[in-house]
C-alpha cells in the first residue's frame, strides 16, 4: 500500500515567494495533519482535518499560512509571502477518525526560504 | 490540559545492552498512548501504543512499553539495543476522539558498538 505522499520533497525559495506543499493521505483515513519541525521548536501541529473540515487551525503561526483539503485525497499548505524563519520540515499525515488508530506521515518537505 | 514529557534529550547506549526512553504523562480521563520513531530524513513511524488490557505492550522491531498509570509513565524498552536502533523516538498522547495526539519533544537515542 502507498503510504502518505508528499510533495516536493525539497522545495528552495527566496523571501516573498509563494510555497505550495501537497499531500496525498492514505486512500480510506479520514483525518490528515500538519506538522513542522525545527530544531528550535521540535513538532508542531500546525492544523489537521476531519472528513475535509478544518478541526483545529490553532497551530497556524500566522495568517501568511493557508491550508485546504479539496478532497479526500488532496490537501495543501500554502504560505505566501514566505519568510526565512519559515524554514522547516513540513510533515503531513493522516489515520482513521478514531483515538485508538495511529498517525501514519510522509516523508516531508523539507523547506529553504533564502 | 494534556501533556508529554520526555525528561531526557539524549540517551546513550552500547549495543547489545537493555534500552529505556522515558516518557511521563498528565492528562484527565483514560489516556491512549503511543511511541514514534523517526529516523533521519524520514517522517515519523509508529511502534507501539497502548489502549486498554496489560499494561506491557510490545510493538515492532523488539521495542516493548510499560504502562503505570499510578506514576502516569509510558516508558520504553528494548532488552538488547542495536546499533540500528539509533533514531529520534517521540511519546505521545491522546484524550479522546475529535482532538489530536500530543508529541513530547524527542529523546535521540545513540547506541554504540
Known amino acids: 500500500d502507498a503510504g502518505v505522499i508528499q510533495s516536493p520533497r525539497h522545495e528552495v525559495t527566496e523571501m516573498g515567494q509563494e510555497v505550495t506543499l501537497r499531500c496525498k493521505p492514505i486512500?480510506?483515513?479520514?483525518?490528515l495533519f500538519w506538522y513542522r519541525q525545527t530544531m528550535m521548536r521540535g513538532l508542531e501541529l500546525l492544523i489537521y482535518?476531519?472528513?475535509?473540515?478544518?478541526?483545529?487551525d490553532s497551530g497556524m503561526p500566522e495568517d501568511r499560512f493557508s491550508a485546504k483539503m479539496p478532497n479526500a485525497s488532496f490537501s495543501t499548505l500554502k504560505i505566501q509571502p514566505s519568510e526565512p524563519r519559515d524554514s522547516a520540515v513540513y510533515f503531513c499525515?493522516?489515520?482513521?477518525?478514531?483515538?485508538?488508530?495511529?498517525?501514519?506521515f510522509g516523508d516531508g518537505t523539507r523547506l529553504s526560504i533564502l | 490540559a494534556q501533556s508529554v514529557a520526555q525528561p531526557e534529550d539524549q540517551v546513550n547506549v552500547a549495543e547489545g545492552n537493555p534500552l529505556t526512553v522515558k516518557c511521563t504523562y498528565s492528562?484527565?480521563?483514560?489516556?491512549?498512548l503511543f511511541w514514534y520513531v523517526q529516523y533521519p530524513n524520514r517522517g515519523l513511524q509508529f511502534l507501539l501504543k497502548y489502549i486498554t488490557g496489560d499494561n506491557l505492550v510490545k510493538g515492532s522491531y523488539g521495542f516493548e512499553a510499560e504502562f503505570n498509570k499510578s506514576q502516569t509513565s509510558f516508558h520504553l524498552k528494548k532488552p538488547s539495543a542495536l546499533v540500528s536502533d539509533s533514531a529520534l523516538y517521540f511519546c505521545a498522547v491522546i484524550r479522546q476522539a475529535g482532538t489530536a495526539l500530543i508529541f513530547g519533544k524527542g529523546t535521540t537515542l545513540s547506541v554504540s558498538s
Open positions: 499525515a493522516s489515520s482513521f477518525w478514531i483515538v485508538d488508530q495511529p498517525q501514519h
Open positions: 482535518f476531519n472528513n475535509n473540515v478544518p478541526i483545529d
Open positions: 492528562v484527565s480521563g483514560n489516556p491512549y
Open positions: 486512500s480510506g483515513h479520514n483525518s
